[in-house]
């Protein structure tokens, strides 16, 4: 195994795990953290969630399980190239959209409206909260009982106000400062992973075109040199041809310009990664245009597109249903969540209820979730 460079997470300088652990025998401690997250429920459901298509859309389109395993690919390939710590950068990449409601962000976005009086509904926060709280699974602790730099790197975004309850882990965003640079990578191959695989999956599902894609910079040049050297390409193998060489540019352009930041700033350990201003894992100016370029190309063509958007108004209506039936009337949640709803209740007051709502609404995949809405709306 090749020398982690000075600024990498280190399992000996590590903030370490909230409960104490004995050493695993066989694997380090983040490979430990990946692998509880691998044995997770929260994990296996990601294949019944949304990236972009319903699942029962097509058998060909990203799921948010297999979206994730292609964050951890780039991940690991980047970290790899900057000699970060790869097992850290895999476990964050894999956890990251745990706390993904069902119907990607249309799911979420209605969730956080209802969850509007009591404390609202983030998904990043909500990650975090599956691996803290709500896998139940270990006798000695609640939730995965993950190292500080992993949780960290879960925690990609949190408002100010919820920050401020995260005492050490959300001080970043109140102070300023950054995450260790394996998180600030996996954050970087989310946005590799999902920019391109929305073009492949927005391609094969015929709601864009290669011509309109042209517009793009990105993809344009991409596909010139893949045309020119082949021209007489069928359609699919253009369009990954094109696409391979569109990650494997974005994937070289972070690695030099983040190893120039380095150069640049010179930390010498973690510590001095979190306190700078500035992340240090990017893409070039010139890069970091063409990404948005392709990304508001997305937002235009393909995720305000008729027929995605007939999806996102379905899942509203769906996650708003459920949320005021199971709001209204305790027993139609199953016996566990109705307990905990009602201690919950006790405690806080109908916002302890609500989240354990949202809690139970966000862990559903998208196929449980129409089937529960078609029972409680018979009832
Ligand atoms: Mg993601």
Known sequence: MQALAPYAAKEETSRGRVYTESAPNYRGQYQRDRDRIIHSAAFRRLEYKTQVFVNHEGDMFRTRLTHSIEVAQIGRTIARALNLNEDLTEAICLAHDLGHTPFGHAGQDRLNMCMKDYGGFEHNLQSLRVVEVLEEKYAEFPGLNLMYETREGILKHCSRSKAAELGELGRRFLEGGQSGLEAQVANMADEIAYNNHDVDDGLRAGLISMEQLTACRLFDTQHRSVVDKWPELTEKTMTH????????????????????????????????VRSLNVPLISFSDEVHELQVELKRFLSVNLYQHG????????????????????????????????????????????????????????????RFAIAEYERVKKI
């Open 241 to 272: 041809e094109t696409i391979r060489r569109m990650i494997n540019y974005l994937v070289s352009d972070l690695v030099n310009t983040s190893r120039k930041n380095i150069d640049i700033h010179k930390p010498e350990k973690i510590e001095m």
């Open 307 to 366: 027929r995605v958007k007939q999806m996102t108004d379905q899942a509203k209506e769906i996650i708003q249903t459920l949320f005021d039936s199971y709001m209204n009337d305790a027993s139609l949640l199953p016996p566990d969540t109705r307990l905990r709803s009602a201690r919950d209740h006790e405690n806080s007051g109908t916002s302890g209820r609500a989240r354990v709502v949202a809690d139970y609404i966000a862990g559903m995949t998208d």
